[in-house]
């Protein structure tokens, strides 16, 4: 079946503007996570969705960063106010738990974000 | 709070020589273990997984072990191939904390020459 996917795969956008970044889970999939990929940080976890439950949203690095899962279903990043630091690769992925309790993720392809 | 620590590289091998690359871990209560890689240009991919002490993860040649004791998850492989060049990231996902995130290690890169 289809993976998670992720649009747009590139952005680049110029400091203080907005963006939203789209991710769609693999069907069926009740927990959603965001998670960015940058140079001096490594990979780091950003928000977490579980089904209904208030997400998780103790990794956003700051308020100007925010997440919404319409649906159970798809999601959106938002990042307002855009800084050159913000500049990754923002990486959705999505689990189901499995018996014996794991979970086990799936990782899309990725945004690119560029902040000039 | 839960780390990972991984070994730094890159690590350059020949082809068919013997890959280990170091991972241990601090979490609390029984995480579960992962070996993620990222080939170039691709996204992470899962490539093998232990949930428990004393389970061995494998796929693909590649094996893990958990070892609670030690508190790490080395991940082997008996003979590396040059299509095995990646980059290597150790992560835990802690059912404690009921959020289940993964932690990341810093990553691996290998670099596996013919």
């Known amino acids: 079946g289809a993976g998670v996917s992720q649009s747009p795969s590139n952005k680049v956008t110029e400091k203080g503007k907005d963006v939203e970044l789209r991710c769609d889970p693999i069907s069926g999939h009740t927990a959603l996570y965001w998670y960015r990929q940058s140079l001096g940080q490594g990979l780091e976890f950003l928000i977490y969705f579980q089904g209904n439950s208030a997400p998780d949203k103790s990794g956003l690095p700051s308020d100007r960063f925010s997440a919404e899962r319409t649906g159970g279903s798809v999601s959106t990043l938002t990042i307002q106010r855009t800084q050159q630091e913000d500049s990754a690769v923002y990486l959705c992925a999505s689990s189901l738990r499995l018996a014996g309790g794991s979970y086990e993720q799936y990782f899309g392809p990725g945004t690119r974000l560029t902040v000039t | 709070g839960d780390s990972v620590t991984q070994m730094e590289g890159p690590v350059t091998l020949s082809e068919e020589a013997f890959l280990t690359i170091n991972c241990t871990y601090t979490?609390?209560?029984?995480?579960?273990l992962f070996w993620y890689v990222q080939y170039p240009g691709e996204g992470l991919q899962l490539l093998l997984k232990a949930t428990k002490a004393d389970d061995k993860g494998s796929n693909k040649g590649f094996e893990a072990t958990y070892r609670k004791e030690t508190t790490s998850f080395h991940l082997e492989k008996g003979s590396v191939q040059v299509s095995d060049s990646a980059v290597y990231f150790c992560?835990?996902?802690?059912?404690?904390?009921?959020?289940?995130?993964?932690?990341f290690g810093s990553g691996t890169r290998l670099q596996v020459q013919p």
């Open positions: 992560a835990l996902s802690s059912l404690d904390t009921g959020r289940r995130a993964l932690t």
């Open positions: 979490a609390t209560g029984y995480p579960s």
